[in-house]
């Protein structure tokens, strides 16, 4: 017999009842006060670290799920509670996969445990990538990172935008361009420790959705850090520049080419997607419980088919979108390689899917739809980040069709 099963074990169920349990009764009834406020819901993120969510400790073991979908689903779930408090809870979490992805050993056990610190004094951390003038274009990066060999100190100068906890974080991880020639092969990933001087923070962007999470601009003026900083360190630095300078010269393909950045934003893509869903299905179970219980002409709305089949094609996509997430979590746990990009492939369906969800949950709702009263106002503005951040929907679409021709499509 064939092992397919798409039974959650026994531990994945438990922890996904426990974190509804702290979504439904911490992060909901908290979501419309911090959405007003647009500030970074400290409290909250507290009792995430008291009670364990927000620790080193559960995403790691969820991380090492060997089925892919500890992720995914602890994703769910605290978006489905509120998708503002929960980036302010999991933004910690592009930063330390940041430093996974690209450090070693050594630099993964110094700065993740500091990026979370503890339940008496909680700290965030950002991940910087995107500047002004480079969004879905990542090669055209501008902020430099200079070794002065005389110390073994890099030298940071640039400005990073749209940072997810930029300024208030305890630890930032910033990509930056070492070698300018070679475009988003020149670029690599530092450390920048807690009080650096020369990092400060820019505007603080006053947004449509996810109000809760910080978003802000990270300037870096002549930021030195020292030489351990340099994810990966040096010799790997200089392997990786010199295969992609000899591929520049038209060598050897041996080169595969290290970005930083695209390593990490394709690592988290099906996480994204799992945000989505909970945002959608939290949308979507507010929807039905009022097309039930409303009535207009002596009848529950839900009676009139333009109402049931939104329904019905709301939850369709919300579970096809859950399994196209779950699917690329498998596959990057056991380690399939993403020939149809995969994992762009749920976070586009997915965040798509959350856009459509929550508008038709506003409409579903009529007038109280479109008030701060119920939460699908809320979740309608939160769900259009879903085809902006970690690349747009067209970049996912752009991705899939690149993988599935050939083709440098443009
Ligand atoms: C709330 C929020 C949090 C974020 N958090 C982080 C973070 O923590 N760290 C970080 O580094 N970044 C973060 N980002 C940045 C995010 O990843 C970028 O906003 C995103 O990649 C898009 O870049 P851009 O905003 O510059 O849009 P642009 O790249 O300017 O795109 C504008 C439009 O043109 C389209 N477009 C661009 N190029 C093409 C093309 N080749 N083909 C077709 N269409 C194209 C885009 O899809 C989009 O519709 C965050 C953004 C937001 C809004």
């Given at each position: 017999m064939a092992n397919f099963t798409l039974e959650l074990n026994d531990e994945q169920k438990q922890v996904r009842d426990w974190l509804h349990g702290f979504a439904s009764d911490v992060m909901r009834p908290a979501a419309a006060e911090w959405d007003e406020r647009e500030e970074t819901p400290w409290p909250v993120i507290q009792e995430a670290a008291r009670i364990g969510v927000y620790s080193l400790d559960f995403y790691a073991r969820q991380y090492f799920d060997p089925t892919g979908l500890g992720i995914p689903l602890a994703m769910e779930e605290l978006f489905w509670g509120d998708a503002g408090i929960a980036l302010s809870i999991v933004g910690t979490g592009l930063a330390a996969v940041g430093v996974l992805t690209n450090g070693t050993e050594e630099q993964i056990g110094t700065w993740i445990p500091q990026m979370y610190g503890d339940a008496d004094q909680v700290r965030v951390a950002a991940f910087c990538s995107s500047e002004p003038d480079a969004g879905s274009d990542v090669g055209a990066l501008r902020t430099r990172a200079v070794y002065d060999e005389a110390k073994d100190e890099w030298v940071l100068d640039g400005t990073k935008t749209w940072a997810t906890n930029g300024g208030i974080a305890h630890v930032h991880v910033v990509v930056a361009v070492?070698?300018?020639?070679?475009?988003?092969?020149g670029h690599a990933s530092f450390v920048v420790p807690p009080?650096?001087?020369g990092l400060s923070q820019g505007q603080k962007f006053r947004k449509h959705g996810i109000r809760a999470s910080h978003t802000a601009e990270v300037v870096l003026d002549g930021v030195r850090v020292p030489g351990d900083c340099l994810l990966g360190g040096k010799e790997k630095l200089d392997e990786r520049l010199a295969r992609a300078r000899e591929r520049a010269r038209g060598g050897p393909a041996g080169a595969r080419g290290g970005n930083a950045a695209m390593a990490t934003f394709e690592a988290s893509r099906p996480a994204v997607g799992a945000m989505a869903v909970g945002t959608a299905r939290a949308a979507y179970e507010i929807a039905l419980d009022y097309a039930r219980t409303r009535t207009q002409f002596g009848r529950p709305v839900i009676d009139n088919q333009g109402i049931a089949f939104q329904l019905a094609d709301m939850r369709t996509r919300i579970d096809a979108a859950r399994l196209l997430v779950w699917r690329a979590s498998w596959m990057a746990a056991a380690g399939k390689p993403f020939d149809a990009a995969e994992g762009s492939m749920s976070k586009l369906y997915a965040g798509e899917v959350a856009k459509d969800v929550t508008a038709r949950a506003v409409q579903i709702l009529g007038g109280n739809g479109f008030t701060?009263?119920?939460?699908v106002e809320r979740m309608h503005r939160d769900a259009a980040i879903y085809t902006i951040f970690e690349g747009t929907s067209e970049i996912q679409r752009l991705v899939i069709a690149r993988a599935l021709s050939g083709v440098p499509i443009r």
């Open positions: 070492v070698d300018p020639e070679l475009g988003s092969r009080g650096t001087p701060r009263d119920y939460p």
